[in-house]
């Protein structure tokens, strides 16, 4: 549980720094999934554990892409921008084999009680932080349906700090939303 905790408090300050589009939310973006790997792997939820490593991955290349992306866009760092529809037809095809993939994984050789839910968090979490590391608006909606589902799932899981942590993190993306709207509005 106090390791849960950190992973609670390194979260918040992920999240605060995602809200303002810091960059620095990048270095709480290897921290906190440093943490959650042996939270998950405690619990049983392994596709959680699984996607923590790609989050640690994803760290370092959206810490790159937001340093260097905007490079061709003569700007210091990446701009907010809109998905493009042709990613977003990529980005839902990933996403349903993923889940699919990941799910059938758990189903057959895990003892997760949660294969789908587990498998769909996970799978919409690696489109949503691809779409984070390209600094594009609608990640939010990504993430508000992640954060909300995850509530349910990991209250259910008895990880009742995480649980109120993504809660937080469901009402907050909302505000990152409108937030990044007059970011991206006023670039």
Not at 38 to 54: C, E
Not at 144 to 155: A, I, T
């Amino acid at each position: 549980m106090a390791l849960e905790i950190v992973g609670t408090i390194v979260g918040l300050m992920y999240l605060w720094l995602e809200y303002r589009a810091s960059i620095y939310l990048w270095i709480a973006g290897i921290i906190m999934p440093a943490i959650y790997i042996f939270v998950y792997y405690g619990t049983g939820l392994y596709a959680d554990m699984g996607i923590n490593i790609y989050y640690l991955i994803a760290a370092i290349y959206g810490w790159v892409m937001w340093r260097y992306g905007g490079k061709s866009t003569n700007q210091a760092e990446l701009p907010v921008t809109h998905m493009p529809l042709r990613n977003a037809m990529k980005a839902l095809a990933i996403f349903l084999v993923s889940m699919t993939i990941i799910a059938w994984i758990l189903i057959h050789y895990t003892d997760s009680t949660v294969p789908w839910c587990d498998s769909f968090t996970t799978a919409l979490s690696i489109i949503g932080m691809w779409m984070l590391a390209r600094k594009y608006l609608e990640q939010w909606w990504v993430w508000m349906v992640v954060d909300v589902v995850c509530v349910g799932l990991y209250f259910y899981k008895e990880l009742y700090f995480t649980s109120a942590l993504y809660a937080l993190y469901a009402i907050i993306a909302v505000f990152g939303w409108v937030n990044w709207k007059k970011i991206m509005q006023q670039q």
